[in-house]
């Protein structure tokens, strides 16, 4: 058994649950923010057989899109500096773990 943490992007969230779900797999959303942007993304857990790891991870890579977001120098950022202009980043799609799960219950 394994446990896959995927963080997505807030707009592409809705698509990969779907997705999975049809697909027969269970997962939880969690709401989570980035440490850098500070802005909202998901954290998805998916509770998996190590076999179905990789169907897995292809549905999340279908679902989900890179995009190139520009911060303004206003906003609250976690650069650890202050740019004097908008910085652009890339942003997905998706960061994914895949852990070891010591032992699954459901009870
Ligand atoms: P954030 O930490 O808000 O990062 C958003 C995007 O900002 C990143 O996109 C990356 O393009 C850029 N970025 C992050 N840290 C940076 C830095 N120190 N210098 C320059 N640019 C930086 P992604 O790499 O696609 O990451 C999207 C979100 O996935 C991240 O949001 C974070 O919530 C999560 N994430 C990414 N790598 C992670 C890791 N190693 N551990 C835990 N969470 C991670």
Known sequence: MKLVFSIVHHDDAQTVTQTLTKSGFTSTRLSTSGGFLMARNIT????VDEGKVQTVIDIIRDCCHSRKELISPSEDVNYGYYPTMPVEVV???ATIFVIDVERFEHV
Request: charged residues 0%; neutral net charge; glycine residues 42%.
């Open 44 to 47: 998805l857990m998916i509770g």
């Open 91 to 93: 942003v997905g799609g």
